[in-house]
C-alpha cells in the first residue's frame, strides 16, 4: 500500500461524513405491511364494536392508507385503498348485513383508490427528489474535493522535500478534530481544509523553500508570508472559508508570540489551533531538507513544553492521549511505526 492511498483510506475509516455509507437491510416492506395491516384491522375492528356501518368511523381507514402510501408510495397506496375497500364492503357485509355493500361502497372504494394513488404519488416525487439532491449534493462534494486536492497537489510539487505532508496533516487533522468533539461535517471539513494549510507557500520562491540549511533572514521573512498568501489565494471562495483561515493563522500560538496576525488564545479558530498542532508534530516526526526526524518521545516533549504558549494545552493532550493508547495513524520514520 502507497504512503499516498494509506491516508485515502484512513480517511475513509475515520471520517464517515467524507465517504459513501454502507449499504443497510431495506426493512421497508416489512414495516409497511405491518403497520397498515395493523391499523386496517384497528379500523374494522371499531367500526364492528361501534354498531357497523354506515358511520362516519369508515373515514379512519384513510389512516392505513396514508400510511401505506407514506411508506410503498402510489402502489402500496392503492393496494392499501383496495384493501380498505373490501373490508369495509364485502367483509364487513358478513358480520353487518346492514352495511352499504353497494353504490355508496362504490363511491367509498373509489375515494379510497384516489387518494391512495395520489398521496402516494406525492410521496414517491418528494422521495424522488431527495434522492436527486442528495446525489448532486455528493457530486458537489466529491467536486469540491477534488479542487481541494489538486490544490494541494500544486502546493506539494513547490515543495517536494515535504513528500506527503498535506496528507498526513489532512488525517492527523481529522482524527483530533474529531477528539476535540466536532461533529463528522465539521471532522471533514476540518480535515479536507488541512490539506490547504501551506498554499502560501506557491508564492515562496523556490531555492528558499528547499534551502538544505538555515534561512537567513530576508528568506525567513518571505516564508512568514505565506499564511498572508495562502489567505489572499482562497478568499472570495464560501467553500473553502475553513481553509482559508487554517491558512491565514496555522502558525498564530497562544500566547499572541505567532505570525501574521498576533492573534492569543481563543482568538485563533478552532480549526488553525488543531491545524497548528498536527502541523508541527508532523514536521518533527518526518525528514525535513535542514534536519532529520526526532525520536519520539523527544516530539512528545515538544509538543508538552509548547502547551499554553504555542499550542493549546486541550488539544495537546488530547493529541498526546491519542499516541499513547495507538489510536493516531503515525507516519514518519519507520521506528515511531
Known amino acids: 500500500m502507497t504512503a499516498r492511498t494509506q491516508p485515502q483510506l484512513l480517511l475513509a475509516r475515520r471520517f464517515p461524513a467524507a465517504a459513501r455509507p454502507a449499504p443497510e437491510l431495506d426493512r421497508r416492506s416489512l414495516l ?17 364494536l361501534t354498531g357497523g356501518t354506515p358511520t362516519s368511523l369508515g373515514h379512519f381507514a384513510y389512516v392505513p392508507i396514508v400510511i401505506a402510501a407514506y411508506r410503498a408510495g402510489a402502489r402500496g397506496g392503492v393496494l392499501a385503498a383496495l384493501a380498505g375497500a373490501l373490508m369495509l364492503g364485502p367483509a364487513m357485509s358478513l358480520v353487518d348485513p346492514r352495511s352499504d355493500f353497494g353504490l355508496p ?60 505532508h498535506l496528507y498526513r496533516c489532512r488525517d492527523l487533522a481529522g482524527a483530533l478534530a474529531a477528539e476535540a468533539g466536532l461533529g463528522p461535517d465539521a471532522v471533514a471539513d476540518v480535515a479536507w481544509s488541512a490539506m490547504l494549510h501551506d498554499i502560501g507557500k506557491l508564492w515562496v520562491p523556490d531555492q528558499v523553500l528547499v534551502k538544505p540549511g538555515p534561512l537567513e533572514a530576508g528568506e525567513w521573512e518571505l516564508v512568514r508570508q505565506h499564511p498572508l498568501r495562502g489567505s489572499e489565494i482562497l478568499e472570495g471562495a ?92 503515525l507516519f514518519g520514520a519507520a521506528e515511531w511505526l
Not at 409497511?32 to 371499531?46: K, Q, R, Y
Not at 455528493?138 to 515543495?159: C, F, I, N
Not at 491545524?275 to 525535513?288: E, K, Q
Request: charged fraction near 20%; aromatic fraction near 8%; charge should be negative.
Open 32 to 48: 409497511t405491511a405491518g403497520a397498515t395491516s395493523a391499523s386496517g384491522l384497528a379500523v374494522f375492528l371499531v367500526i364492528v
Open 105 to 164: 361502497w362504490l363511491v367509498r372504494g373509489v375515494a379510497f383508490v384516489g387518494v391512495g394513488g395520489i398521496v402516494g404519488w406525492l410521496f414517491d416525487r418528494g422521495r424522488s427528489a431527495t434522492v436527486a439532491w442528495r446525489a448532486a449534493a455528493v457530486r458537489a462534494s466529491e467536486e469540491h474535493q477534488g479542487a481541494m486536492t489538486a490544490l494541494a497537489a500544486a502546493a506539494e510539487a513547490k515543495d517536494p522535500t515535504t513528500g506527503d
Open 238 to 329: 464560501p467553500s473553502l472559508e475553513t481553509a482559508r483561515r487554517i491558512a491565514r493563522w496555522h502558525h498564530e500560538n497562544l500566547d499572541g508570540t505567532g505570525y501574521p496576525d498576533g492573534l492569543r488564545g481563543a482568538a485563533i479558530p478552532l480549526e488553525a489551533r488543531i491545524v497548528r498542532v498536527v502541523d508541527a508534530w508532523d514536521a518533527m516526526a518526518n525528514d525535513r531538507p535542514y534536519r532529520p526526524a526526532v525520536e519520539l518521545g523527544r516530539a512528545m516533549q515538544e509538543l508538552r513544553d509548547g502547551a499554553g504558549a504555542q499550542f493549546d494545552p486541550e488539544l495537546v493532550a488530547l493529541f498526546l492521549a491519542m499516541v499513547e493508547s495507538g489510536r493516531l495513524p
